[in-house]
């Protein structure tokens, strides 16, 4: 099997740890490089950028075309919607789900110190914390950035501990940003493993699926998803599985200048960690996440944090829900209706001089019905 990864030192330690693992399993894989949009721009801050799937989208379209069989992801780099035919076959037990200070521990900077960040949310939050610091943007890999911070072009960075301890340079990091400090981003030190819906990568890889970070991160996507955003937002969230049994979820939705900093914590049983996560954005929105959102955005999309049912028929619910989800609502569909063709007599269409259809339905079923020649009658539809 072939494993799609971005060419960086940090996603080809993922991608080399997952086939690794499925060696252990008896499965042979090879690696591909492919280049990501956001690989390609490395002079413009993300949030700049826009969109969503800056690095996953090329990975995808190979995924789709049968170049590649599984895709490694860091999952906070991953769209909560997923392309149609793909699907997450696992996520593995997280790494250290925390931010870190590299180069200064945070009270140690002197007023005025500069610190680099690509991340919105990371530099929203140091200004929450320390409104004195010049927060400047940092854009490359994790030993292109911490190049930079040895040069003194910085005299702090933040980056995620788990990438630094994955390659080993863990003695770097100064201070961990705890969660109750500094909420990390949706699905921060975990991987997401995606494959096509069916075939055999899927199967290889369930057995190195983790039910207690998948539903953790299931809580930190839903939260994302109802509040509309992309990876490149100032939004925070973190799950996690406590002693009480339940799963806890702290939210984060921070205007870029961190002068305004909405919270929300709460908890839910493990089975419910999607609804956990669809509450906390329903909540952050009615607390005025929708105006710091419309600061990043110039708008927040109209239908987020909505929770949208579509009774469409199963095989024609699709496009509906595709659209709801791309306003920002969470669909669910639920079938209220089934359709099934009439049995009728044969009909000699030459006799008539115009056939009129009023839905695609009829269409669909009235040519399946054994409709006889239509020659000389004209055949027109309402609508498209």
């Known amino acids: 099997m072939t494993i799609g990864s971005r060419g960086s030192q940090l996603a080809l330690w993922q991608a080399r740890h997952i086939q690794a693992r499925l060696k252990t399993l008896g499965v042979e894989?090879?690696?591909?490089?492919?280049?990501?949009?956001?690989?390609?721009?490395?002079?413009?801050?993300?949030?700049?950028?826009?969109?969503?799937?800056?690095?996953?989208?090329?990975?995808?379209e190979a995924l789709l075309d049968g170049r590649i069989d599984l895709a490694v992801h860091s999952l906070k780099d991953l769209p909560t919607e997923l392309p149609a035919g793909l699907t997450l076959a696992a996520i593995p037990e997280r790494e250290d789900t925390a931010d870190a200070m590299i180069g200064a521990k945070l009270e140690e900077l002197p007023e005025g110190a500069r610190v680099g960040t690509s991340s919105l949310r990371r530099a929203a939050q140091l200004r929450a914390l320390r409104p004195d610091l010049e927060i400047e943007n940092i854009r490359g890999n994790l030993?292109?950035?911490?190049?930079?911070?040895d040069e003194?072009?910085?005299?702090?960075?933040l980056l995620a501990a788990a990438g630094?301890?994955?390659?080993?340079?863990?003695?770097?990091?100064?201070?961990?940003?705890?969660?109750?400090?500094?909420?990390?981003?949706?699905?921060q030190g975990a991987l997401a493993i995606e494959t096509r819906v069916e075939g055999p990568a899927r199967e290889a890889c369930r057995a190195l699926d983790h039910a207690e970070t998948r539903a953790a991160v299931t809580a930190e996507r839903a939260l994302l998803a109802g509040l509309g955003g992309g990876c490149q937002v100032p939004i925070g969230a973190h799950a996690a599985l406590e002693s009480d049994g339940l799963l806890h979820l702290r939210a984060v939705v921070a205007?870029?200048?961190?002068?305004t900093v909405l919270r929300h914590e709460a908890a839910s049983p493990v089975q419910e960690a999607r609804e956990l996560g669809e509450r906390a954005a329903a909540a952050l929105l009615e607390g005025g996440a929708r105006e710091i959102l419309r600061a990043v955005y110039g708008e927040a999309p109209a239908l987020a944090g909505l929770r949208v049912l579509n009774t469409r028929p199963a095989e024609q619910a699709g496009p509906l829900s595709e659209k709801l989800r791309r306003m920002g609502a969470?669909?669910?569909?639920?079938?209220?209706i089934a359709l099934a063709p009439l049995a009728f007599d044969a009909v000699n269409l030459g006799s008539f001089d115009w056939i009129v259809f009023t839905s695609a339905n009829a269409v669909r079923h009235f040519w399946r019905?054994?409709?006889?020649?239509?020659?000389?009658?004209r055949v027109c539809a309402i609508g498209p």
């Open 164 to 187: 630094l301890r994955r390659l080993g340079w863990a003695e770097r990091i100064a201070e961990r940003m705890t969660p109750d400090r500094m909420v990390p981003a949706v699905g």
């Open 369 to 377: 019905g054994g409709a006889a020649d239509r020659a000389g009658a």
């Open 255 to 259: 205007h870029p200048d961190g002068q």
């Open 152 to 157: 003194g072009q910085y005299q702090a960075i």
């Open 330 to 336: 969470e669909v669910v569909e639920l079938p209220a």
């Open 29 to 60: 894989t090879r690696i591909e490089i492919i280049k990501t949009t956001g690989d390609r721009i490395t002079d413009v801050p993300l949030a700049k950028v826009g969109g969503k799937g800056l690095f996953t989208k090329e990975i995808e």
């Open 143 to 149: 030993d292109t950035r911490l190049r930079k911070l």
